[in-house]
């Protein structure tokens, strides 16, 4: 599968935004998807998850409560609503999809196997 990360941009602290994640390929509603984020000279780290058939969410612990996991499946694609996001919440945030094999959702790196490009959110205070 391959995945399009987009809406990132330049927002206000308290403010929103929301990102999307388009994916072409025959296997995206089957899949546990992710995003992730990385802050320059940190490592990525999970912000959010959603199975494949959406009766499960989990959220990093510095966004929960603020941000908010969604999919349609019909367009294939992933949304992370972004809602008062803070200066610390800067980074390029990534979209993936979870290796299919993986028995429970993962909040780790390698337990994806695709990933988009990436899409900057800078959060101005």
């Known amino acids: 599968v391959q995945l399009q990360a987009s809406g990132g941009g330049l927002v206000q602290a308290g403010g929103s935004l929301r990102l999307s994640c388009a994916a072409s390929g025959p296997t995206f509603s089957t899949s546990t998807r992710g995003w992730f984020r990385q802050a320059p000279g940190q490592e990525r780290e999970f912000v959010a998850l959603?199975?494949?058939?959406?009766?499960?969410?989990n959220y990093a612990d510095s966004v929960k409560g603020r941000f908010t996991i969604s999919r349609d499946n019909a367009k294939n694609t992933v949304y992370l609503q972004m809602n008062s996001p803070q200066p610390e919440d800067t980074a390029v945030y990534y979209c993936?999809?979870?290796?299919?094999?993986?028995?429970?959702?993962?909040?780790?790196?390698?337990?994806?196997?695709?990933w988009g490009q990436g899409t900057l959110v800078t959060v101005s205070s």
């Open positions: 959603m199975s494949w058939s959406g009766d499960y969410k």
């Open positions: 993936a999809a979870q290796n299919r094999d993986l028995p429970k959702p993962s909040f780790h790196t390698n337990g994806y196997t695709s």
